[in-house]
């Protein structure tokens, strides 16, 4: 069964202190894999898509990797602004039918 | 004007009541979803169209149905609410090249 399960459930940092959020799937033919921010009361908002093992990419102070069995959000130097609960997604099948993991909640204290 | 937007945003109801959550897009994408999100569970696809003749199951689609009237709308159904579908309902729209989704700002739902 496909699957998407994420790590820690919840992450507490200090303003500047970094750290990394994970993301491991089992999937069959992986067709991208997504990562999305969500504020409380707020629908999920893009963030990255990876497609291929060894793919990187980067935005502010976040960027996201991708192996074979797995993604990792890194946070570098986190303000108080980046507190929000993300959300690891994976393409199943190529009918851009995503299956999201939980999510982590992330909470940057000053 | 949000590019996905679903009405009502809060509702509350009694168990037995049918209830529709409407959702309107004007990204111009031809798919369109619908999500449950419970807390501790993630979101899980309750139903999802690809054009207004293509309407499919998604993994808890028991107990709704949904509705494609256009291009731009889908609307979700609660025949016969019951209190464990108190939930956060999120309709979403995808660009069919990248797969990602858009999401409008949910429609939370207490049945009572």
């Known amino acids: 069964e496909d699957q998407v399960t994420q790590s820690p459930e919840a992450l507490r940092l200090q303003e500047g202190e970094s750290s990394s959020l994970n993301c491991s799937y089992t999937v069959s033919g992986l067709r991208g894999l997504f990562w999305y921010r969500q504020d409380p009361g707020k629908g999920p908002e893009f963030l990255f898509t990876l497609y291929s093992a060894g793919e990187e990419k980067e935005k502010e102070r976040l960027k996201a990797t991708l192996t074979k069995k797995e993604s990792f959000l890194h946070i570098t130097a986190p303000k108080p602004e980046d507190s929000a609960t993300y959300l690891c997604?994976?393409?199943?099948?190529?009918?851009?039918?995503?299956?999201f993991g939980a999510g982590t909640r992330l909470a940057v204290h000053p | 004007d949000a590019d996905v937007t679903q009405t009502p945003r809060n509702r509350i109801t009694k168990t037995g009541k049918r209830i529709m959550l409407e959702c309107s897009q004007t990204k111009g994408h031809d798919r369109m979803y619908w999500y449950r999100q419970d807390p501790g569970l993630g979101l899980r696809l309750i139903y999802y169209s690809f054009d207004v003749k293509d309407i499919n199951k998604g993994e808890i689609s028991d107990g709704y149905s949904v509705s494609r009237q256009a291009q731009a709308k889908f609307s979700l159904s609660l025949e016969s609410a019951i209190p464990n579908q108190t939930a956060l309902y999120f309709c979403a729209t995808t660009d069919r090249a990248t797969g990602e989704l858009f999401f409008g700002e949910g429609s939370r739902l207490t049945v009572l």
């Open positions: 997604a994976v393409n199943e099948g190529g009918y851009n039918k995503l299956i």
